[in-house]
């Protein structure tokens, strides 16, 4: 079995399950990253390439839990997942269970690419960039299934890693 971590559109068990057949969905923590709206690429609900919207990616932040959905997916349907996440790498991360104990390690897709933000001009590289709506209702009605909906928008940042989630859809 591969041991997969998600935390945007895979926090949603069926999401997961549209790629290939997983088992023991849950939810656990990963330590040192945060959730971002950053990402630039193709995006599967809209079939194409969209520099306007982004995705979600993680990024590096000291102290920090994030809340993730775990699963295991056979070796033999694993290359439905590594497709699905094609611009995204894999790193091997620890994940630890609700009281923050660890339980071994995983892989997480992070990002290959980022989009910038200039702090000199205070501006973005690509402009008016926001989180996909389709994709961003995906994510949100994920965690609205558990007791984690506010700690999603709480722990979730906008390009800038300014803005949380919570005051950009408020």
Known sequence: MVKVIGYGSLLCEKSANNTCNINNF??????????????LGFNPYLEKYNENTAMLNVFPQKDNWLLVSYFDIDEREYHKMQKRECDYKEVQVEIYDMYKKISGKWILYVSKEFVVYNWEEK????????????????????????????????????????????????
């Open 26 to 39: 849950s939810y656990w923590y990963i330590k040192w990253y945060s959730r971002i709206f950053n990402k």
């Open 123 to 170: 501006k973005m590289i690509f402009s008016d960039i926001h989180p996909e709506k389709r994709y961003l209702d995906i994510c949100l009605n994920a965690v609205k299934q558990t007791n984690f909906y506010d700690e999603f928008l709480d722990s979730t940042y906008m390009s800038c890693r300014k803005k949380k989630l919570r005051d950009y859809i408020n």
